[in-house]
């Protein structure tokens, strides 16, 4: 898979947030939290797994994915998943 800095990372997760769960751009920041800030609920947060297998053409583990409360965190396992 092609390299991808920290900011494509969060750019193309930005994009996804906007155009597929239509969050405001402005409300998207690194320390924003997928459940307070952004109001996601369960199926949100699947929905998103989902959009980031596709991303990554990599599972994301229940367990790593529990994990996952804010926008950082987000790009922190894309990341991780990108590298092995």
């Known amino acids: 898979m092609a390299e991808?800095?920290?900011d494509e990372i969060f750019n193309l997760l930005k994009e996804i947030l906007v155009n597929d769960f239509e969050i405001e751009?402005?409300?998207i920041e690194g320390d924003a939290n997928l459940f307070e800030d952004l109001e996601f609920?369960?199926?949100d947060?699947?929905?998103l797994a989902?959009?980031?297998q596709e991303f990554t053409n990599?599972?994301?583990s229940p367990d790593d994915f529990k994990e996952i409360r804010t926008i950082d965190d987000?790009?922190?396992a894309?990341?991780?998943l990108i590298e092995e």
């Open 4 to 6: 991808y800095t920290r």
């Open 25 to 27: 751009a402005d409300s």
């Open 41 to 43: 609920d369960s199926i």
């Open 45 to 47: 947060a699947v929905d």
């Open 50 to 52: 989902v959009r980031l």
């Open 58 to 60: 990599r599972k994301i």
């Open 74 to 76: 987000v790009v922190d």
């Open 78 to 80: 894309i990341e991780k």
